[in-house]
């Protein structure tokens, strides 16, 4: 089934539930997991931005990472460890790569092909612990990258990859969680205003594990974060957050795509984004794939965005692909709310100043995504961050 | 002791056709404690009366006063009128979405009374001021209006009401929308928040049922932009029976 809802400027909500046996399987218009897939960026044609993954993309504004020459040498890091995180630079032929996911598009493949080491992240032991690789200074040089997040069998971890300075960057980003692991990655895109990001996250979540996702996309002209999840082995669980706040001119977007493809796995999507300011636009589209094999999945996904001003767009479009009858639930929810001037004179007829009645409704809206994060530092500053936003910062 | 005045007001609004006169000289003294009783036709300018008194940015004074114990209520932005002590209860309250009850319930009251409230005795009192207003805990948790019934907005604009502790209150059709046993008790929480408070009240209404509950002091009809009659509260039972025709509703401000 396919439920598109796009929105401009007026509200609209869209619901949808489905339990096991309430509905038949249904034929979607292209099954997610056929889609073409390389690591060789000859084999895709060049981008016209018609395709489906392109299509509500600015393909103009980064040729470059789709079909021009990428530099693939080392980024410039900035690594707060910790004891059981490991990072690392691998060589190209290194086992891991390549096992969580492929390329589904050509900025993707590019990078793929261009990248010369890839970057291990590899998380072991139990203990809770939290490390940090910031990529920085990248400047304006086309680049492509490649990194590894691995987390052992039974390990516990929290990585955050984030993003700041100038960058165009393209890049792949591989998570392998072993058996029984508990990872969280957050994806925290804080680059300078002119950056161009895409990336392509690819988990492949192991037998009774566990990965919670982040993605939080605040500063950066163009950033497109897709993470692909697959749970391939039983007892699979990943909780897909994001979190993006899109002003004047900027483009924000993520293509989130969960492949059930083992039993009694499960899936939670939660997205949600602000938009403030002329020309501030995000993009929304989760698939979510229940294939044959995945008897007794139970699955939810949900995008909700809050438009603060006129001249926004959020296009926000939930899949859901149901190949066996046979599930414990799946459904979908899609909502663009506006907060307007009625809503902001009754705050204020409340006594609340505008800047804090904006500060509240955006706040409130976004913290259940920020409180999810389990960074306390990172929680504070984002918020901080969030806030400084909404000042037009 | 507090007294609201409005003096000679003139109010227009900006529609697609142009600029609409609206209210034309209204005059109205209430003072601490008492109740004034507001009825009249659709479209004679009630709302816009409400509204200009909060400050709504739609409609504009071209002439007149609006004063709080002598301080110009018309110099202040919507924010310092509530902080002022004016309050409105609206005929339409708004959704708010991403912001709960209790956090806005908070919000509001900090603001009002420029520091927050002690953790402890706040939360009793949104507690029990819910229980008096037969609100379900559970609406504390839901965000500002969504998907209240109409009967439930009302409910909550008379929450706000009595833990924000107003001098004076507008109500505009608070009663409108509500069942018997919901009209009881959203007008005992007025009678309540005046008793407590001394809260002077504007009680916008088209009916005299809430009338026998929030015994008014003063009844005024209101026509095609002013008062056109005042009187006591038996004016509230002849208007019942005998409607407006007298006040020759049929000819001007209301374009409807
Ligand atoms: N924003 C606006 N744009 C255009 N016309 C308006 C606006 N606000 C009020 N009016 C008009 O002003 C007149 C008075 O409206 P108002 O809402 O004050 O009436 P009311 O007495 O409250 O009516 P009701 O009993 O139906 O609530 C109406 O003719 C209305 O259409
Ligand atoms: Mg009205």
């Known amino acids: 089934m396919t439920v598109a809802t796009q929105s401009t400027a007026m509200p609209t909500a869209g619901q949808h539930g489905l339990v096991a046996h309430s509905d038949g399987p249904v034929v979607p218009v292209q099954t997610r997991s056929e889609r073409f897939r390389s690591v060789d960026v000859a084999d895709f044609a060049p981008v016209t931005g018609r395709e489906h993954e392109w299509k509500l993309s600015p393909v103009a504004a980064f040729a470059d990472l789709t079909s021009g020459e990428l530099d693939g040498a080392r980024l410039g890091l900035e690594t707060a460890g910790a004891e059981g995180v490991a990072v690392e630079w691998i060589a190209r032929d290194d086992a891991r790569i390549g096992t969580a996911g492929t390329p589904e598009e050509r900025a993707s493949a590019n990078a793929w092909t261009s990248f010369g080491e890839a970057l291990l992240i590899r998380v072991t032991g139990e203990d809770d612990k939290i490390a940090t690789v910031t990529r920085t200074g990248l400047g304006s040089t086309p680049r ?25 960057l393209s890049e792949n980003v591989e998570v392998i969680v072993g058996e029984g692991a508990n990872l969280t990655v957050v994806s925290v895109q804080e680059w300078d205003d002119d950056a161009v990001h895409l990336a392509s996250h690819f988990a492949r979540i192991g037998r009774d594990a566990k990965l919670k996702h982040i993605v939080v996309s605040l500063g950066g002209k163009v950033v497109r974060v897709n993470p692909s999840t697959h749970l391939a082995e039983q007892g699979g669980d990943v909780e897909a ?62 995008n909700r965005n809050l438009v603060l001003s006129d001249g926004t767009r959020a296009d926000s479009i939930p899949n859901l692909e149901i190949e066996t009858g046979n599930i414990a639930g799946a459904g979908h929810a899609s909502a663009t709310g506006r907060f307007d001037d009625e809503q902001l004179f009754y705050l204020m007829a409340r006594g609340i100043t505008e800047e804090e009645a904006r500060r509240l409704v955006v706040r409130g809206f976004l913290n259940e995504i920020v409180q999810q994060i389990g960074v306390a530092e990172l929680e504070e500053r984002l918020t901080a961050a969030l806030e400084a936003e909404l000042q037009g910062a | 002791m507090s007294v609201l005045e409005i003096k000679n007001l003139h109010v227009n609004v900006e529609t697609d056709q142009g ?15 008492e109740i004034h009783a507001i009825m009249g036709p659709n479209g004679s300018g009630k709302s816009t009366l409400a509204y200009t008194i909060a400050g709504h940015p739609k409609y504009t004074v071209v002439e007149g006063e609006i004063l709080l114990d002598g301080e110009n209520v018309l110099e202040m932005s919507v924010d310092e009128r509530a902080r002022a002590g004016l309050f409105l209860a609206m005929q339409y309250p708004v959704e708010i979405p991403g912001v709960t009850v209790t956090n806005f319930l908070r919000t509001a009251k900090t603001a009002i009374d420029g520091e927050a409230p002690s953790v402890r005795h706040w939360v009793k009192d949104v507690r029990t001021a819910m229980g008096n207003l037969k609100m379900d805990s559970a609406f504390a948790e839901r965000n500002v209006n969504e998907g209240f019934s109409g009967g439930e907005k009302k409910r909550n604009e008379i929450l706000q009401l009595e833990l924000l502790k107003p001098k004076f209150a507008v109500l505009d059709e608070t009663d409108s929308g509500l069942d018997v046993d919901a009209l009881k008790i959203v007008s005992e929480g007025v009678n309540r928040a005046k008793e407590n408070t001394g809260l ?6 088209h009916y005299t049922r809430i009338l026998r509950y929030i015994k008014p002091d003063f009844v005024h009809v209101f026509v095609a932009g002013k008062i056109a009659e005042q009187g006591g509260p038996e004016l509230a039972d002849r208007l019942e029976e005998e409607g ?8 001007p401000a209301s374009a409807e």
Not at chain 1, 156 to 167: I, K
Not at chain 1, 259 to 277: E, F, I, M
């Open chain 2, 200 to 205: 002077g009240i504007l009680l916008i209404t």
């Open chain 2, 19 to 33: 600029t609409r006169e609206i209210l034309r000289g209204v005059d109205l003294v209430i003072n601490e404690g």
């Open chain 2, 244 to 251: 407006y025709d007298r006040y020759q509703v049929a000819e």
């Open chain 1, 241 to 302: 957050l994001g979190l993006y706040f899109s002003d004047a001119g900027q483009h924000l977007e993520q293509q989130v795509y969960v492949h059930h493809d083992a039993p009694n796995t499960r899936s939670r999507v939660t997205y949600k984004g602000a938009l403030q300011g002329e020309g501030a636009r995000s993009v929304w589209i989760g698939d979510v794939l229940i294939g044959n094999a995945a008897v007794g999945t139970d699955s939810y996904e949900q």
């Open chain 1, 144 to 168: 492509g990258a490649h990194t590894v997040i691995e987390a052992a069998p039974n390990s516990r971890g929290l990585v955050v990859l984030a993003g700041t300075g100038s960058a165009r």
